[in-house]
């Protein structure tokens, strides 16, 4: 109810017909890429493709200054910071808390559809813009790979199909990404049933084919069973540290829900984590970075590159 709620009051919030932002390429909200860009504008510097391999802490020729945190990244480079922060997929063993062992899986596919399926993206009203994106839901049982399994334990498949309006695939095209909580290998077994199901359903002409496929695992700790008073509690960051040295300055985020629709949560612990460093912040301050200095048009252009 609540997530129907949510939908119908946020029709026109963006714009006329519509109430939600979809993302490219089958992930959620573009939260990592717009702190990367706010960094790099606010005059930080990120890496990628360097995973962390130790840290330790590092300590000042002044006494009075608190040691900072050595990094030693994958290939041998090391950086220094006040801070660390990442999920328990981003930081090394040693610095993670105990991990949970409610580990959970849900299968996935990409894939590239011969056909631009228009009957899917009719215009909603007058003067909207084009449709780009769509939902279809298999509900549960409705289709069963496993025929000695009863059909209630048969999850949903949830395909969410995207034109080429996003400029994810050539014109005439579209993609599907499909997803199920059914672990593999019937899950994979599951969304190839339920997008040849689709296909026929469609009725385009030509038929439409799949080009493509890309199927996957993607595994997550689910939230710990925190409750108390009848009242759950949701997952927030922990302190933790590999020795205390390193004292309470390496902070790991719970992991992201693999559901389709970003849960506010995920703002709150990035909130959390932000007054932890800056201290207590008001709706205003949060998120907002410093204009750095002038620069020359080299410099600028420098920076619109990411360097």
């Not at 017909?17 to 702190?35: D, H, N, R, T, Y």
């Not at 813009?129 to 496993?146: E, K, R, T």
């Not at 997008?195 to 199927?215: C, M, S, Y």
Request: charged share 20%; glycine share 8%.
């Amino acid at each position: 109810m609540a997530r129907i709620h949510q939908h119908l009051t946020s029709i026109g919030m963006f714009g006329p017909g519509f109430g939600s932002v979809v993302p490219k390429w089958g992930g959620l909200a573009e939260i990592s890429q717009v702190a990367c860009r706010a960094g790099a504008v606010g005059g930080g510097v990120y890496v990628l493709n360097r995973c962390v391999e130790s840290i330790d802490s590092r300590k000042h020729q002044d006494p009075n200054e608190a040691p900072s945190l050595r990094v030693q990244l994958q290939g041998g480079e090391q950086v220094s910071s006040d801070w660390i922060v990442g999920t328990q997929y981003d930081l090394p063993q040693q610095s993670q808390q105990s991990p949970s062992p409610q580990i959970a899986e849900v299968s996935r596919s990409i894939n590239i559809v011969s056909s631009a399926l228009s009957a899917l993206f009719p215009l909603p009203v007058e003067g909207a813009p084009p449709p780009a994106s769509a939902v279809v839901v298999f509900p549960s049982g409705s289709i069963n790979p496993m025929p000695e399994e009863s059909q209630t334990d048969v999850p949903p498949v949830y395909l969410i199909i995207h034109s080429s309006d996003t400029g994810e695939c050539p014109s005439e095209q579209s993609i599907i990404y499909a997803y199920t909580s059914l672990p593999n290998p019937d899950g994979s077994t599951l969304l190839q049933l339920s997008i040849q199901k689709f296909l026929v359903a469609i009725r385009e002409d030509p038929k439409p084919e799949i080009l493509w496929t890309l199927h996957y695992t993607q595994y997550y700790t689910t939230p710990l069973a925190i409750k108390s008073g009848g009242t759950d509690t949701k997952p927030s960051v922990e302190e933790v540290s590999s020795s205390p040295s390193l004292g309470n300055r390496v902070l790991q985020l719970p992991d992201v829900s693999p559901d389709f629709v970003i849960e506010d949560a995920v703002l709150d612990n990035v909130k959390e984590v932000w007054e932890k460093i800056v201290g207590t912040v008001t709706g205003e301050e949060f998120l907002i970075f410093e204009d750095r200095e002038a620069m020359g048009d080299d410099e600028e252009d420098d920076q619109e590159n990411g360097f």
